[in-house]
């Protein structure tokens, strides 16, 4: 019986990943083998099928439109046999590894994983803080949980709330703000790892730009922690900064909030079974997020 694949499956493997990652060097990493393997295995397969794969530019290999319109059908193939490979060996079901981001994990998470660890005692979690975007399909991470706008290749993203943003600052700080044109008189702390901009929330507050000047940080923990510790006003998801305007550390000066299409995710591999352990978290997630919403929204009227 003749074989259903014309070129070798190592070969469709390496054709995948430079189409998906634009360069040689990742495919022979995940590989194991050497650019120079990889590029054989490219043009052996550009042979025996009798077309081209790869346009190559000086930006690197970008896949022709033949290999783009099959592409999808590829990696959710490797996606596909990824899962079915981790089901021979055997998931653990007692041990849900997460990948986050530090402002999730220190601002939100850590505080609350208790809680999942008190209603399923028999999962241990364990958290992988990273701002790396980490592929789900060829790692043993579980699920993650990402900041934007949901649109990543490959995983299936659910949206768990975090799109209202607007700025906090110190609560010794807060006297000098008295009105939003107030904020001229005060660092604004520039997180630039953070994609949240100002310019909407002048207009929602019906305000000229004010220049962001200020320090700046490439964590977004640390941009949260120059915040408390009286550095000037930083701009923060409201969920993110609940907590700390909650215990006092943080105020929200004005009543001006910003919505956005940005937020956090809960992300799973694409064609990859959900396996009982991320379920619950997922389900816990769903109920967690919204009541710690709405608790720091009913100690705000409380406090009114």
């Not at 970008?62 to 290999?67: E, G, M, S």
């Not at 001006?256 to 352990?277: C, H, N, Q």
Request: glycine content about 8%; overall charge neutral; aromatic content about 8%.
């Amino acid at each position: 019986m003749a074989s259903p694949f014309p070129i070798p499956l190592n070969a469709i493997r390496a054709i995948e990943i430079v189409a998906r990652r634009g360069a040689l060097a990742p495919a022979a990493e995940e590989l194991g083998v050497t650019p120079g393997a990889v590029s054989q295995h490219l043009r052996r397969a550009e042979e025996r099928l009798g077309i081209e794969l790869f346009d190559r530019t000086p930006q690197g290999l970008r896949p022709t439109d033949a290999l783009r319109a099959v592409l999808p059908q590829l990696t959710q193939g490797f996606n596909a046999l990824a899962g079915a490979v981790a089901g021979l060996k055997g998931a653990d079901e007692h041990v849900l590894t997460l990948t986050v981001g530090s402002v999730f994990a220190s601002r939100w998470l850590i505080w609350r994983i208790a809680k999942f660890n008190r209603l399923h005692p028999q999962i241990e979690t364990r958290l992988v803080v990273t701002g790396t975007m980490i592929d789900l399909a060829r790692s043993d991470i579980d699920c993650a949980i990402r900041f934007g706008r949901g649109i990543w290749p490959g995983v299936v993203a659910e949206l768990i709330g975090g799109n209202r943003y607007s700025p906090v600052v110190a609560a010794a700080l807060a006297d000098k703000l008295k009105r939003p044109e107030d904020l001229c008189e005060l660092p604004l702390i520039r997180d630039t790892a953070s994609m949240l901009p100002w310019e909407p929330w002048f207009a929602a507050a019906g305000i000229a730009p004010i220049e962001v000047a200020g320090p700046r940080y490439d964590d977004p923990a640390l941009a949260f922690d120059a915040a408390i510790s009286e550095q000037g006003v930083l701009m923060t998801v409201d969920l993110m900064s609940a907590d700390a305007v909650s215990d006092g550390r943080l105020v929200r000066p004005f009543d001006v909030a910003v919505d956005s299409e940005l937020g956090y995710w809960f992300i799973t591999a694409e064609g990859r079974r959900m396996p009982k352990k991320v379920r619950l978290f997922r389900d816990w997630l769903r109920a967690e997020v919204p009541d710690s919403v709405d608790g720091y929204v009913a100690q705000v009227k409380r406090a009114t």
